[in-house]
């Protein structure tokens, strides 16, 4: 079974996206892992950034392939969805001209807020509330179900969430063993991730009484949490500048000692360079220019993806 991740902040901005895209990139570069990326951001910056936008535009709209809408789309005809035909496999770019052989990806789509919405509102007439119960487990499950038809073709399911906890977020949780929060050393983010551990924490609860109530075989499993990785650290004689280093001990005294991870991302022009290209920063090689900044950045984020392995069990 693979292990299922979501990477979650509501703050917009702190780098979900591309730690996303760079711990896929890093588990099959460093650990001959196979991921399977799902974005669930209406923004599609995962699909973009992943695949480049032309290409993007192309499978989407000119030769109409599939997306998450339409996994979406299936649950509200009842139609069944093949996994196979919404991922698209052999298509992230691992550097020019080259392409992920071992990552797989499902598209985002710019209507997923609207879908958000309709799966808001949707409620199913059951006999009783427990079956309504149910009907509501069973809008919590898309994801679930798309990743369970494919559970033993990956060794890792990295979720990008949009910057909101709609339903579609609720879904991403919902089917994950883990959830991992972005975040950048500024003192609102820091606040703001409390918040975000208690409404996961409230997430599980709910579930955990619904899907008893609803009177489903076995148990629903916790999201645990999978820790904090900060982003655009600003670096001064070797480690965080003395303002990101008092966020991280103050992060680390209100959430736990276990609950930052030890390595971080540097702030620079080499990952938005690369972006720019819809490269990885570990094809560095590649760019036109800030090679020494992108291979800093490269080499912090080889740091991250070994620590989110030893972590995410
Ligand atoms: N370490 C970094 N150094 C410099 N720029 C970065 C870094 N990490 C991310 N960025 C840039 O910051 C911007 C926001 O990053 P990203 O899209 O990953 O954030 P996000 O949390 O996914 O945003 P959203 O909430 O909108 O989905 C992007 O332009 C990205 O290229
Ligand atoms: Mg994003």
């Known amino acids: 079974m693979p292990k299922v991740v979501s990477m979650i902040n509501w703050k917009g901005g702190v780098g979900k996206t591309t730690l996303t895209l760079h711990l896929a990139a890093g588990l099959v570069l460093q650990h001959s892992k196979k991921v399977l990326l799902v974005d669930l951001d209406p923004q599609c910056n995962l699909s973009f950034l992943a695949i480049g936008a032309t290409d993007y535009i192309n499978h989407t709209y000119t030769k109409k392939g599939e997306t998450l809408k339409s996994v979406f789309d299936n649950y509200f005809s009842r139609s069944s969805t093949n996994a196979h035909n919404i991922i698209q ?13 071992d990552i797989g990806i499902v598209l985002s789509h710019q209507e997923l807020t609207l879908l958000d919405m309709k799966l808001a509102r949707e409620k199913r007439v059951g006999k009783d ?23 033993g073709e990956y060794d890792y399911v990295l979720l990008d969430c949009p910057p909101n906890v709609n339903l579609v977020t609720q879904n991403a949780f919902f089917s994950s063993d883990y959830y991992v929060i972005p975040a950048i050393p500024d003192f609102l983010s820091t606040v703001g991730i409390s918040s975000i551990k208690q409404y996961m924490d409230q997430f599980n609860n709910d579930y955990r009484s619904m899907w008893t109530y609803a009177g489903l075989p076995g148990s629903y499993t916790d999201t645990k949490f999978g820790g904090i990785i900060f982003n655009m650290v ?8 003395d303002g990101h280093n008092q966020i991280f001990k103050s992060t680390i005294a209100q959430q736990g000692i276990h609950a930052v991870f030890d ?24 760019l ?26």
């Open 234 to 241: 600003d670096e001064y004689g070797g480690g965080p500048k």
């Open 263 to 286: 390595n971080y991302v540097t702030d620079g022009d080499g990952i938005t360079t690369a972006a720019q290209m819809n490269l990885p920063v570990f094809a560095y090689k590649d």
């Open 89 to 101: 496999q052999k298509k992230v770019n691992h550097s020019a001209g080259h392409v992920f052989v």
């Open 129 to 151: 509330h427990r079956e309504e119960t149910k009907f509501e487990i069973e809008k919590l499950s898309i994801i679930k179900e798309l990743i369970g038809a494919v559970a």
């Open 288 to 313: 036109p220019r800030s090679h020494a900044n992108a291979q800093k950045q490269a080499k912090y984020l080889e740091g991250v993806v070994n620590e989110f392995v030893s972590r995410i069990k």
